[in-house]
């Protein structure tokens, strides 16, 4: 279920009784005009909390987030101890992420947890928490390992991930769980392709110790992911390269028995995938048959008189 759907559907079912149907009366109507008019702020001074609310409402629904903060913020101020002030904080985390203000949005969403942790609409703020972390993009992130400075930052997929998982542990029943579970998804891979980036850096840099940190962190963290393969083939070539032949051949025999059909063509491996995509070329290795060295005997120590 994309985010634009799933909005759709919360819009429908938190919508205060009486305040998200077309019937409203003659007098709530010329007020909503009067808000909207030129006379704005001597409008809203006689304005009661139900007609901010909805011209709020109508704002955020029309594409207008900006506008429609700023309803809230008074609605809130004005009439803090109404249902209508619950709403327009619930609906002001939806207002802050649509207007790509993620920082305040997940401020927005930690104070509405803390203060309504029983709200039936709970659920939602987690997701919405855990889209809005999902969304940020940071560039501070390591434009050295990427090349650009556009990759996302991921400690915020990790919150991300962290808080869909929340969701799905506490509110089982949800309707955004299935959207959740499929974005927890692509966040494993994102993450493993993070690792991968770090990985490869390292391995341009013939730094073969970190390297193998790297691709090991890979296999035992994010099983089953597309980063696998390559994570094995730097693992290979890091230990060869390092002389260290007996567990070089130990990840190349996992790499072609899990993987049988990655080395003839890693192009096609990963367009079926559309996976992690190699950002280095390994030089060719020496893959003949590993024989161990038989140990050599020990040296009598024993002092000859």
């Known amino acids: ?12 079912v938190t919508v205060l009784p009486g305040c998200g149907g077309g019937d409203h009366s003659q007098e709530l109507r010329i007020a909503r005009e009067e808000l909207l008019g030129r006379d704005t702020n001597r409008a809203l001074e006689r304005a009661n909390a139900e007609t901010i609310y909805n011209t709020a409402r109508g704002f955020l629904d029309g594409g207008d987030p900006v506008r429609a903060l700023e309803l809230y913020s008074e609605l809130q101020a004005r009439f803090p101890f109404t249902p209508f002030a619950t709403q327009a904080e619930l609906e002001s985390i939806t207002a802050h992420y649509r ?21 039936p609409n709970i659920a939602y703020v987690y997701y919405l928490r ?10 501070t992130v390591d434009g050295i390992l990427s090349g650009t400075g556009t990759r996302r930052d991921p400690t915020n997929l990790r919150q ?13 029943d949800s309707l955004f769980n299935k959207d959740a579970q499929l974005r927890m998804i692509e966040i494993r891979h994102r993450l493993a392709e993070y690792e991968l980036n770090v990985a490869e850096y390292y391995v341009s840099r013939r730094a073969w110790v970190a390297a193998i940190r790297r691709a090991q962190y890979v296999l035992e963290h994010y099983q089953g992911s597309d ?3 390559r994570a094995l083939e730097i693992l290979e070539h890091s230990y060869r390269a390092l002389g260290v032949e007996d567990l070089a051949q130990d990840a190349y025999a996992i790499l072609v028995t899990s993987y049988p059909g990655y080395m003839l063509n890693r192009s096609e491996f990963y367009r079926q995938r559309a996976g992690f995509e190699p950002r280095y070329e390994l030089p ?13 005997p020990k040296e009598d120590t024993v002092s000859q008189r």
């Open 130 to 139: 855990g889209v809005t972390n999902y969304n940020r993009t940071s560039n």
């Open 227 to 229: 980063s696998m393969p």
């Open 284 to 296: 060719p290795l020496d893959r003949r048959p590993y024989i161990k060295k038989a140990d050599k």
């Open 1 to 12: 279920m994309h985010l634009r759907s799933v909005l759709i559907i919360i819009a429908l």
């Open 99 to 119: 207007a790509a203000s993620y920082d305040a949005a997940l401020a927005d969403a930690d104070r509405f947890i803390k203060q309504h942790p029983r709200h």
């Open 160 to 172: 991300a991930f962290t808080d869909f998982n929340l969701l799905i542990s506490n509110y089982p």
